[in-house]
């Protein structure tokens, strides 16, 4: 990302020396190449004067690139609500409420004159420390200029966002949804004031979703409810677990007395609102208002008491404008006794929550077609028809000319540990043919056609690498069940050994992994259900177990898939580490990818970098590249000496390293941050296969000193860096986009499961077989081709493919 490509005026091929410096990359990491700023048309001759106005953290950009659900988060309550240190407790509480829902934050204020979506933590503390000074501005939209400006001047001024300035900022950098405490509104008296919030005239030309507990109760409500239907304004409120038309929340009070123009269910009533006027497109805000939970709400009388003492001594005080409201909710506090605290914790809590939650159902929304796309894409075209299904476990046809089991004591090319489960597939086929929803309909019985075959990713990548004519073990774990026994039956039936596949009884609580997928009439996933249990039994985390077993199978690699639990994950990682085996990696899922720096799998640490790496290879597609690398950001894994050493020798500068980017993997890969993640995560996996769907694969390697391609001219279009050190194990970046040979007709496909494992299967087989990893992904990739048109998990005419080549 842009850390890696630091700004320079040189370019790559320019200059013999490395030329980016550490503290230049990570003041730079505040703009990702490709972010959604130049994608939205504020690059060009304007970006360098943009960027020292606003900038949009990594994080939230790669977030918004990859269809991550983000929430923003203002700042105005940390820097005027709060006292110090409380306010930073409260902001650490809040991102990680975000985090924990799903969700990325996205906290937005003003430093030193620059506005930062997404705030480093140092950002933050830096910001919220300085609470309360003159220099520091609670901030609504018409600030954003004089603080801009006056910051470019070089004047030192902070400044907490409110919802309107909030909204503003996150709507520049692409966010849909926000989580606040409350609204500001129309105060009491506003007919002769005219005492308005700006947070409504911006809900009323801002298109962002504000989550809030209604506006404060000490505004007048009916009026501004007027106000904002004025403005064109959506509101509604949650129900909660009420039913019929619920009241409008007074903040501290779950009822107001004034009825809410909507109710709302739940979020994903809320997300489909949102994602229906973002595709209107309705060019204005939306409001949901949350009422503070019931345990922590304070009784609307009692709370009218406090209000009706701290407005009247406002206005006889002559306290007006800005710091009105300031002045209100701390007369209040005192008059509660702190209690009108507690509520405001217990408010924003729910609302960072509830927002959060709407979040990730928008983005759900916003992925399904892409989703769908993302697993047919290798290959396809038109709209899938259906086709037979896969045979029963018991249906299976081994052909006669299957090679026969190979004895214990001889070599494996490869060793597979990984899932091997029982499948059942749910393919929707309607009574009628002129039924148009091509989807099942949810909560109710649907006509299918139901079938069972043996599945699994560990299993599959094992068979793939045994028809491409790998001697393959496999390594599993099955229950002494039915299913178990069955599976047993078609592994050795393929000729694939089982010597490594444990048995584990029932009576210790074990079931066979199982797999149910429930398609659509095109194929297409609508819902999985997963029992993977088993894969995390405890018998599996010993090290010595694995370390016997891939000694005897005597395997030069190792393919690892992350249905294992993070601790089993580990010790099959030391294990093969410790017989100098070579290691794949398979994310199986984007959940799952994270696994491999989850703080158990201790086998992964920051110093475990080129050429004491780990992993010699993973196969993710983009969004489990994604979630690779943010789990080794998040586990620090960016912030070592080695890596950056690493990184360093790559000698990757700003216009010229995005310049060669987008000239070998494509505008559209370099804008979503795709190769730029690939680039940081190799010094760890040195040999990063990104499945693209129909673009086929970004295949980004490391190369060491000496390799024959960095002398080979044929190659020398896809370097993109080259190290020029004596000093340097590394010899450069290899980035090469490698399409698939062809694409098929939807008409043709049969199934889309399996065929990244079909894939990985035959990579593998190659490179144990000494194919060069760039030779043998056409191959790969034509195997998965055949996968996608087979009722099998794995194509039975990937048979011998290698030896077509």
Known sequence: MPGLLAASKMSVSSRPAVICSRSLLRARQQIPLGSCLSRRGLAGDTRSARDRLFRVSEEVQDALATGKPVVALETTIYTHGYPYPENVALASHLESLVRVYGGVPATIGVLNGVAHVGMQPEELIQLIKTAGEETTWKLSRRDLGFIGGLGLRGKKLNGGTTIAATMILAHLAGIKIFATGGLGGVHRGGESSMDISADLTELGRTPVAVISSGCKSFLDIPRTLEYLETQGVGVGTFADGRHGQVDFPAFWSRDSGVKSP??????????????????LPVHSGLLFANPVPVDSAMEKATIEGYIATAVAEADRNGIRGNANTPYILKRIRELS?????????ALVEANVIRGTKVAVELAKLERQDAA???????????????????????EQVVPEHAPKKIPFDVPFDVFVAGALASDTLCDYQPLSTTVTEVAPVMHTSNPAQITQSPGGVGRNVAFAAHL?????????????DIAGQSLLKHVK?????????RQIPTSNGARTAQYVAVND????????????????HPDLESTSYWSESI?????????????????????????????????AFEPVSTAKAARLFHPETSAMTPSKVVPNHVINLASPNKMELSAIYHAARDALMFESDQWWKVVDSFGLSGSGSRDRLVAVAGRDLVDQGIPQQCIQLLPFIPNLVTKLGRKGCLLTSLLRRGDDKLTDPEHARFFIARTYSDNSEIGGVYMRLIPPSRLVEESEVVSVNGIGDTMLGVIVAGLAKGYALENILP????????????????????????NKK
């Open 337 to 345: 006794d702190g209690a009108t605290v507690t509520a405001n914790s």
């Open 779 to 802: 191959t790969a990739q034509d195997a998965a081709i055949l996968t996608l048109k087979s009722r099998e998990a794995v194509s039975p005419e990937v048979r011998g493919i290698l």
């Open 551 to 583: 000694a005897k199978a005597q395997a030069n690699w190792v393919v690892v898939d992350a249905n294992w639990s993070p601790a089993i994950l580990s010790s099959i990682i030391t294990a093969a580490q410790s017989q100098n085996a070579r290691i």
């Open 262 to 279: 909507q109710t709302i269910v739940d979020e994903a009533d809320a997300a489909a609102v949102v994602y229906a006027q973002s595709m």
């Open 372 to 394: 769908a796309s993302q697993r047919v894409v290798p290959l396809v075209s038109k709209a899938v028809e259906t086709s037979p299904a896969p045979a029963t476990l018991e």
């Open 493 to 501: 039936d393929t000729g694939i050994s089982t010597d490594y596949i």
């Open 521 to 536: 009439m095109k194929k297409d996933l609508v819902v999985a259900m997963a029992d993977m249990a088993i894969l995390g």
């Open 468 to 480: 491409a004519g790998a001697q393959v073990a496999l390594a599993s774990v099955v229950a002494d």
